[in-house]
């Protein structure tokens, strides 16, 4: 299949609106629930015909379209959006490369995807955002991804950070955003067209930001 640099940019999007999602709760042990959820459900879209299918539907995934203009665009002036933005896609970046790894590890992908599966059949009893759906994704991430080597390291308040339902959001978070890059890689993703292709993906965010004003989170 021949993706296009929307694909990418979608894929991008979902990495980056879980970066950002994980950066909240770590600041202020808050999110909105919608965005939430449509990151968190994005992990169990394994066999998504499209990428927008991934997300189920572009809408879900603007939040993340209008962060990628954020950190790939103009950005914000003061020092302290800058600051944010750094870490933001220091996250975004930190994921990308153990999903490089991830993929030269056949026993982490299964375990991973047993997980999943696990998870999944919880939600379908419960709810996708219900804490023990949650607890269980976290559980996934812990035992697989966190193995790997850099760790990502998640900076924030210690009041929000030692909450372990929080703990377990972030961790559920960043294996949402593992997913995505494994999307972004299936489209033929790499770091190297973020450097130097920038203002390709920039454009393809904003002409989809453009598309969905009323509904962008």
Partial sequence: MSYTYRDKTIALAGIFQAARL?????????????????????????????????YGGIHNVLSGCKTVLNQL??????PAQKKKDIEVTKYAIS???????LVKEPELLKKITEGIERAQGQAEHFSTTHD?????LANVY??????????????????????????????????????????????????????????????????????NPRTLH
């Fill in 22 to 54: 994980v950066q909240q709760i770590a600041r202020t042990g808050m999110v909105d629930q919608e965005v939430f959820a449509a990151s968190i459900k994005s992990i169990f879209k394994i066999d998504a015909p499209t990428p927008e299918d991934v």
């Fill in 73 to 78: 665009g103009a950005g914000g002036a003061s």
């Fill in 95 to 101: 994921v990308m490369v153990l999903e490089r790894k």
């Fill in 132 to 136: 023990n759906v949650i607890a269980s």
């Fill in 142 to 211: 812990s035992e697989t991804i966190s193995t790997l080597r850099p760790r990502i390291m998640v900076n924030g308040e210690h009041n929000h950070l030692s909450n372990p339902d929080n703990a377990n959001k972030i961790r559920a978070l960043l294996l949402a955003a593992m997913r995505s890059a494994v999307l972004w890689d299936q489209c033929g993703g790499s770091r190297w067209q973020i450097m130097f292709k920038r203002k390709i993906f920039v454009d393809e965010a904003d002409k989809i930001v453009k598309e």
